[in-house]
């Protein structure tokens, strides 16, 4: 009855020109304040079950549920919390992929050329021959996308005469496997280990990690409380690609399943890195509702390097050759025998329109 009488009053002080400020009233107080503090603690409780390191997953908990009790999150909403909740969490420990968004997202930047707000980002660009017998294609993202993965067989296929092939990683912020699944298998004369995975055991048994069956994924025994697995790369039946010169441009954007990529030609000493360090965030996880309009990425497993059980958090994946990120693509067509003139010309037309640097600062190795 008592909110019934606030609404209607409100009706009528908007009709005669007076505003009332509903979000001052103790009943709507109280009502952001249970909210807020709901949503910090649903983020709190996922990250004591959930997070690949539980000891830091602890930690992360404990420092949310104190600025519960100090009241910190009580009068923010929207980005105001998630931003507090981020700075919280990363003041315990940083992690490249841990945060929280208000549901209705954040808009993408602005044109670098225009100034105009872009549209989505798409997963591939510039796909074909940039020069006779060298073969381009930029990865964007690796998404969850059976066209994507269908377009990147087809370009691998369509190229298979090349005696090189640039990917150009340095605008690519992550995804998945299956993209990786169709283009490995041309590269490798016999079946190659590329990166090792490992999944907090729990989260894996509840059959809903982020790491479902999948062909180019072996089960193989691990450390305690992690379902660990390794992605192989399995050759296909045509051995016109083996030879192939494979460059890898990577930037500090360069991030999660991008670094995942790289890794894995670099380690197994199948493609060339050239750019800067890659941006350094490791853990790959999932997405969850906290309620009241936000939802958190929480990282849950790890990749590494099978032969070091390194991993590249915080540090990113080194360059075998570093150059400026903006110069990669004129350094790999010059050692190519490409003239340094038209190489230019070549890698203005081929620069990527989204970022090559990283937005967040690195973060530090998590204490395991």
Same mark, same amino acid.
């Given at each position: ?17 007076? %505003?009332?400020?509903?979000? $001052?009233?103790? #009943? +709507?107080?109280?009502? *952001?304040?249970? @909210?807020?503090? &709901?949503? =910090? !603690? ?18 992360? %908990?404990?420092?949310?549920? $104190?600025?519960? #009790? +100090?009241?910190?999150? *009580?009068?923010? @909403?929207?980005? &105001?919390? =998630? !931003? ?27 044109? +670098? ?11 591939? !660009? ?243």
């Amino acid at each position: 009855m008592i909110r019934s009488r606030l609404i209607l009053s409100a009706l009528l002080l908007a009709a005669s020109g007076t %505003a009332l400020p509903l979000a $001052a009233t103790p #009943a +709507a107080a109280e009502e *952001a304040e249970a @909210s807020a503090n &709901a949503v =910090a !603690e649903r983020y709190a409780m996922l990250l004591e079950r959930d997070y690949v390191y539980p000891e830091t997953g602890k930690r992360y %908990a404990a420092a949310i549920r $104190a600025a519960i #009790a +100090a009241g910190r999150y *009580a009068p923010l @909403s929207g980005a &105001a919390l =998630a !931003e507090a909740l981020d700075a919280d969490v990363n003041a315990v420990q940083p992690d490249g992929h841990l945060h929280v968004r208000p549901r209705e997202g954040a808009a993408p930047p602005p044109d +670098a050329r225009t100034g105009k707000p872009r549209g989505p980002k798409p997963p591939v !660009e510039q796909a074909g021959w940039i020069a006779p017998g060298i073969a381009f294609i930029r990865f964007n993202l690796f998404p969850d996308d059976a066209a994507v993965t269908a377009t990147a067989a087809k370009f691998m296929a369509d190229h298979a005469d090349a005696k090189a092939i640039i990917f150009d990683i340095r605008s690519h912020n992550g995804g998945g496997i299956e993209q990786m699944n169709v283009i490995f298998p041309w590269l490798f004369a016999e079946p190659t280990r590329l990166v090792t995975m490992a999944t907090r055991a729990s989260v894996d048994e509840s059959g809903e990690g982020p790491l479902g069956e999948d062909e180019g994924l072996r089960l193989v025994t691990g450390d305690p409380g992690m379902v660990t697995r390794e992605h192989w790369a399995t050759p296909n039946g045509d051995a016109r690609l083996r030879d192939a010169k494979i460059y890898v441009l990577t930037s500090g954007a360069t991030g999660s399943a991008a670094e995942h990529f790289a890794l894995a030609m670099k380690h197994t000493h199948r493609g060339t890195l050239v750019g800067s360090a890659t941006g350094g965030a490791n853990h790959f996880g999932r997405g969850e509702e906290l309620g009241g309009g936000f939802r958190a990425f929480i990282p849950v497993g790890r990749t590494c390097d099978p032969l070091t059980g390194r991993d590249w958090e915080g540090d990113g994946v080194q360059p075998d050759i570093a150059v400026a990120p903006a110069d990669a693509l004129v350094r790999v067509l010059t050692d190519l025998g490409i003239e340094a003139g038209e190489a230019k010309r070549l890698s203005d037309a081929h620069k990527p329109q989204w970022p090559m640097e990283r937005r967040r600062p690195r973060a530090a190795k998590a204490a395991r």
